[in-house]
């Protein structure tokens, strides 16, 4: 999941510049995306995922990692840009609740990532998915995937990365 958990931080980290939806509102009157979703934090981000993956795929075979899921050039780069179109997705949704940028979203702020990945996984790379997905590595998703990202933002608030630590 390295390559779906690393996207989020870089762009957090480099994100900035020009908007996704380009300032546009949406038929409601409200942003499309936010301020939130740049250009840069996505591109950026998902070759961060990506570039991960690549260290993943360098290092398979050396430190007894023969064990962990094999990635391949298609799983990482699916996992990579699935993480980021999941947090656009997911700002796209909070938007329309009237949520504005940065606001907590309890839920959907955790797992936009792992449902945006594991479903560009399952669309375009079933085999790889149902090769390496167990129930045990699932539950370990759903168990890890919070502990991180609460982790990870206290850390980037403190750095003052993050302007919330959510
Ligand atoms: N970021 C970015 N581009 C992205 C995703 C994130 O530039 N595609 C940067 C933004 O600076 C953003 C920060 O990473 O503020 C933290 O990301 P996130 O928590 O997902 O965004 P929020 O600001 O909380 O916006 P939203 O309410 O839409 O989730
Ligand atoms: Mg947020």
């Known amino acids: 999941m ?13 994100g900035g510049g020009p908007p996704i939806d380009l300032g546009r509102n949406f038929t409601d009157g409200k ?9 840069r934090g996505l591109i950026i981000g998902i070759f961060a995922g990506i570039g991960i993956g690549l260290v993943q795929i ?5 430190y007894g990692w023969e064990n962990l899921p094999q990635q391949t050039y ?4 699916l996992l990579a840009t699935g993480a980021l179109l ?3 997705c997911k700002s796209f949704f909070k938007r329309r609740l009237g949520k504005e940028r940065g606001t907590k979203w309890p839920i959907a702020d955790m797992y936009d990532l792992v449902a945006g990945a594991l ?13 390496n997905m167990t129930l045990l590595i699932f539950v370990l ?3 890890l995937t919070p502990v991180l990202h609460r982790g990870i933002n206290i850390i980037g ?4 990365v993050k302007e919330v630590p959510w």
């Open 86 to 88: 999941g947090d656009v």
């Open 58 to 62: 360098w290092v398979s075979g050396v």
């Open 74 to 77: 298609l799983s990482i780069t």
């Open 31 to 39: 942003r499309i995306f936010g301020d939130g979703k740049t250009f």
């Open 119 to 131: 479903l560009m996984v399952l669309i375009f790379d079933p085999d790889w998915l149902f090769a």
């Open 2 to 14: 390295l390559p779906a958990y690393l996207p989020n931080p870089i762009a957090a980290l480099v």
């Open 141 to 143: 998703i759903l168990i």
């Open 157 to 160: 608030y403190h750095f003052r």
